[in-house]
């Protein structure tokens, strides 16, 4: 008998009609299908947006609480949910957002999944979660057994910071350590997947699996493999121009890739993974300061590869990394290096002003070909904010790229996926990926006010949002701050902002640039002229939107919205600090952020 808290009255009828008469084995091939339906469904559904109306914790149940800015840890998160869910064991997904912090006092099994952003920072939506766990009012534990990932990366000095500190909270409040943190550099896989390992067999012995076997269905019909950051997509490059003029500072270029062929989907605020290809000349380099033979072939867990493509393909050579760093200076025998690491500000230094072939030259070390494979970091894919809608350029996507180049003791230096793209010719391949953005989306009621923040290449994603705004002929309003240095050379994308305006799909256009007058303006500064009108959009349902550097203009933006909270809205700290909280746990502030 069907329960009719599933069905209502008039399917439950169509049901009985269908089964009446079938025979058994009839009945157990429908089973089956049905099954695979419900299967289907089931994937195809975000495990964030279940997790989002999810119930309490139960008894011997396991909660995995995530917080991602680029999708990462979202996705490392959402395996090891599927994977667990798989056998049988009671499980939720939790976004950190959207975690009820009263419940954390009856967890028993709590698996956590972070990224670390900047300096040492949580990620956008783990701020509250992060604020409550440290903080006084985070109860006592002793019930809890627990193990914590982190995301992070090594070419900043507070590696995976946010994440040390929650497995030390943790710890602190009474809970059960079930093994140590987990630090995962830009190679996730290399840490994420032996911590899921653990992970799932420390919940199997802890929970109960399920008395009765999942059903497995086998697809009449199986789709092809999916374009992932594992299995990229090669796309051809259509349009490679520079949009800042002769004069600028800056080697800002548009980029169109053709989609044709790679059945990929993406919406406005998504991300574009590329995985680039060292500089020739920069892995000539590398290889000719140490004096290594770039023919040598190299073996690695089962893989053989010449040194040259090890370098090309597959290792950091732009992006310095504390361990390497460590592993240099022992190496060359260098306290003068050793000294350097160890102090946070020079450290910090080393990291943002160095690469790899800087010091191989400045401290001289005796590594052979695969010690120094095996001792640099895995080439990372780099991802880009989308600069267009598919409403409105079909089978293609648009990057704005800031091509990374500069002189460093008379010699070249670049960015590696800036210089990669920007050497692309037309009808060049480019290995290319979609990452999913959900937090950083245009309001699904289309009448609703967006303002948008977004200096520089920052601008990317608020291009698409006015494309897509523009297709949906939404009826709220469009206000773009915009920043750079001069006017006259770096005012990207002029022509389509004052059509937008003239067409009605941008309605306010402030803009900041900077070397322009004796006093720098920024973004920030054009926020506090227009104050008050800034304030009445968001009272009135805006949605706040910024883009661009996180350790600089985004605090700036941030600590602005806190000013103008207080002196607009009469409020004093704590509160401006919760009215902000409040927009972005309602997503109507949202930063996409690097």
């Known amino acids: 008998m069907l329960s009719p808290s599933y069905l209502s009255e008039s399917k439950h009828s169509l049901i009985t009609d269908l089964v009446d008469g079938l025979d058994p084995n009839a009945l157990s091939w429908l089973s089956g299908y049905f099954a695979g339906l419900g299967q289907s469904k089931q994937a195809a559904r975000s495990p964030a947006i279940v997790a989002a109306v999810s119930n309490a914790p139960a008894a011997r149940q396991l909660t995995i609480v995530y917080g991602s800015q680029t999708g990462n840890a979202k996705r490392i998160a959402e395996s090891l949910f599927e994977r667990t869910e798989a056998l049988g064991l009671a499980v939720r997904l939790v976004r950190a957002d959207r975690y009820v912090t009263r419940e954390l006092k009856d967890e028993q099994l709590l698996y956590i999944v972070m990224s670390t952003q900047g300096e040492g920072e949580p990620p956008d939506d783990s701020r509250s979660f992060v604020e409550f ?6 109860p006592k534990l002793p019930q809890l057994k627990y193990a914590v990932l ?25 809970a059960e350590r079930l093994h140590e943190v987990g630090t995962a550099d830009l190679d996730i896989e290399t840490v994420a997947l032996p911590w899921q390992e653990k992970a799932i067999a420390q919940a199997q012995k802890i929970l109960k699996q399920n ?27 259509v349009l490679n121009q520079t949009i800042t003029a002769r004069g600028s500072d800056k080697d800002i270029r548009h980029i169109e890739i053709s989609l044709e062929g790679s059945h990929l989907d993406y919406q406005a605020g998504d991300a574009l993974g590329v995985w680039p290809t060292q500089a020739p000349a920069l892995v000539e380099a590398v290889i000719n300061s140490l004096n290594l033979d770039a023919g040598e072939a ?27 760093l460590l592993a240099h200076a022992q190496l060359a025998d260098s306290a003068e290096l050793k000294k350097q690491i160890n102090t946070i500000e020079s450290l910090k230094q080393l990291l943002d002003t160095r690469q790899l072939v800087d010091i191989l030259k400045q401290y001289p070390a005796p590594w052979n070909a695969t010690a120094l494979v095996n001792a640099l970091r895995p080439l990372a894919p780099r991802l880009y904010s989308i600069a267009s809608s598919p409403s409105a350029v079909d089978a293609e996507v648009h990057l704005t790229l800031a091509h990374v180049e500069y002189e460093h003791e008379a010699e070249s230096r670049w960015g590696c996926a800036s210089h990669f793209l920007s050497g692309l010719k037309e009808g060049d391949k480019l290995p290319i990926f979609i990452e999913e953005n959900a937090r950083f989306r245009l309001p699904a009621d289309s009448s609703r006010d967006v303002i948008m923040i977004g ?32 006017f006259t050379s770096d005012f990207l994308y002029q ?66 919205l806190l000013q103008i909270a207080q002196t607009e809205g009469s409020l004093d700290l704590e509160q401006a600090k919760q009215w902000l909280d409040n927009l972005a746990a309602q997503g109507r502030y949202a930063r996409d952020v690097y």
């Open 150 to 174: 982190g995301l992070g990366d090594s070419s900043y000095p507070l590696f995976c910071g946010v994440t040390q500190n929650i497995d030390a909270r943790l710890a602190e409040l009474g």
């Open 133 to 138: 766990l440290l903080g006084r009012r985070a």
């Open 455 to 486: 200096p520089g290449t920052g601008v990317a994603p608020f291009r698409a949002f006015v494309q897509e705004r523009s297709a949906q002929a939404a009826d709220g309003r469009n206000w773009l701050f915009f920043g750079n240095p001069h």
């Open 211 to 237: 008395e009765t076997p999942v059903a497995s269905v086998t697809p009449l019909h199986p789709k092809p493999a999916k374009v992932s950051r594992d299995q990229p997509f090669m796309a051809e490059l």
């Open 298 to 324: 190299i073996e690695i867990n089962g893989i053989s590869r010449t040194l040259k493509e090890w370098l090309s393909h597959h290792r950091e050579l732009t992006v310095l990394t504390k361990p390497f």
């Open 495 to 560: 022509t389509e902002w004052q059509r937008a305006l003239k067409d009605g799909d941008l309605h306010r256009l402030d803009l900041a640039f900077s070397r322009d007058q004796a006093d720098k303006v920024y973004v920030q500064d054009k926020l506090l002229e227009s104050a008050a009108d800034v304030y009445n959009w968001i009272e009135a349902g805006a949605h706040v939107y910024v883009c661009g550097d996180a350790n600089r203009m985004a605090k700036d933006v941030q600590q602005t």
